[in-house]
Structure formats: C-alpha cells, structure tokens
C-alpha cells in the first residue's frame, strides 16, 4: 500500500545536527512532492519546507532557510531532511507528508495526503 | 505569512452533536484551505481539500465549505471516534500555515 516510512527517534545535544529520512512505497516516488512538518510537544503543526523528488528542487520555510536541507535518492525512493545547529526550540515530532493531488494527477490540491509515522527529534544537553 | 485562526479551540460534545469549526485566514485564500484530524501520539489524517472536497474514506458526516477568508468544517453527527483535534491549512502562498487546533473532547 502505498506508505511513508520514516527513520527512528534521535536525541541530539545543541549545536548538532539531525537528518531525518523518509522512504516512500506503493507509488511512483518522482510524482509527488514530498513536504515536512514538524509538531512541537503540545503543539501545533508548522510546516517546515519540501521537495520535487524528480528534480530535487526545494523551498523552505524563511525561517529554516539558513539551517534545513532537504534531498533525496531517487534509487531508493526516499526523502530527506537534515536541520543544523539544533537548539531545544527544535525538539518536536518531524513529519513527512505527500502533496496531494487532484484526479487527473497533474495539478496540487494544496495538501497532504499521505503522512510518514513521525520522527522524534530531542534536543537536550 | 498568511495567519489562520481557528475558533474555538476547545469544544465540549456528545455522541450524536452536530460540531461546527472555523478557520479565519488573514488574507483572501480563495478555496485553497484543507482540514485534517489528529488523535493522540499519531499523524495528521486528511478529510477535507479544496475547502470542501472529501478526501476518499472519509466518512460523509464530514463536510467543509466556505471560500476567501471564512471556513466552516461541520461534523453532522458526532461519533466516539471523532474525539480529536482538528487543524485547518491554507496553500494559497509559501508557507503554508496551519490553524492553531480546535480540540473536540468528550462533554
């Protein structure tokens, strides 16, 4: 079925970094934006950037510019996301989610529609 | 940024309520808003796109409408499954922003 499957939950000190990976099944990797979210504890959802898997293209949120990139290998259909010079402010539940699209495939509808189970990142010294 | 407001951000109701949440975007964003649910320690699950599009599974007791500024999602009658928090996203512009939550408890 088709699945976003994620890496598992990391603990990092401040001033490191986390990279985070993403492997898609059941669908053809290079068709769908692949976005990421992240929650805080008790929070709520703030979206943190994505990326055209078939280019590898990307945009991120202006606030993430400087320390968030994302790619991805294409030969094994997965995504990835790594953010820089943590602090405990990053400490948060980090998603990965599928850009929807509508019928015919071929323009976005705007949102997620497939999500990966959430990669705990904690930020603590 | 676009800033999305939802109100309220708790609602107390019971098996079988009709529950109604909005979203306020600060801006015009068109249809361009989806609804999603979430339960506890689990990821977002889309219900709605396109304002009020139903996305496929999604029982029909969900509904959404509006467009520019103003959008309503309505649970026609509540069920015991449907104790979750609900977010509205808008993708009329990067970056795509969510509401702050609105938390649908048992009363």
């Known amino acids: 079925q088709v699945q976003l499957v994620q890496s598992g939950a990391e603990v990092k000190k401040p001033g490191a970094s986390v990279k985070v990976s993403c492997k898609a099944s059941g669908y053809t990797f290079t068709g769908y934006f692949i976005h990421w979210v992240r929650q805080a504890p008790g929070q709520g959802l703030e979206w943190l950037g994505r990326i055209n898997p078939s280019t590898g293209g990307t945009s991120y949120a202006r606030h993430f510019e400087d320390r968030f990139t994302m790619t991805r290998d294409k030969s094994i259909s997965t995504s990835y996301m790594e953010l820089s010079r943590l602090t405990s402010d990053d400490t948060a539940v980090y998603y990965c989610?599928?850009?929807?699209?509508?019928?015919?495939?071929?323009?976005?509808?705007?949102?997620?529609?497939?999500w990966g189970q959430g990669t705990m990142v904690a930020v603590s010294s | 940024d676009i800033q999305m407001t939802q109100s309220p951000s708790s609602v107390s109701a019971s098996v079988g309520d009709r529950v109604t949440i909005t979203c306020r975007a600060s801006?015009?964003?068109?249809?361009?808003l989806a609804w999603y649910q979430q339960k506890p320690g689990k990821a977002p699950d889309l219900l709605i796109y396109s304002s009020f599009g139903l996305q496929n599974g999604v029982p029909s007791r969900f509904s959404g409408s509006g467009s520019g500024t103003d959008f309503t999602l309505t649970i026609s009658s509540l069920q015991p499954e449907d104790f979750a928090t609900y977010y509205c996203q808008q993708s009329k512009s990067f970056p795509w922003t969510f509401g702050q939550g609105t938390k649908v408890e048992m009363k």
């Open positions: 989610a599928r850009n929807r699209y509508d019928g015919s495939g071929s323009t976005s509808v705007g949102c997620f529609d497939i």
């Open positions: 801006q015009s964003i068109s249809t361009w």
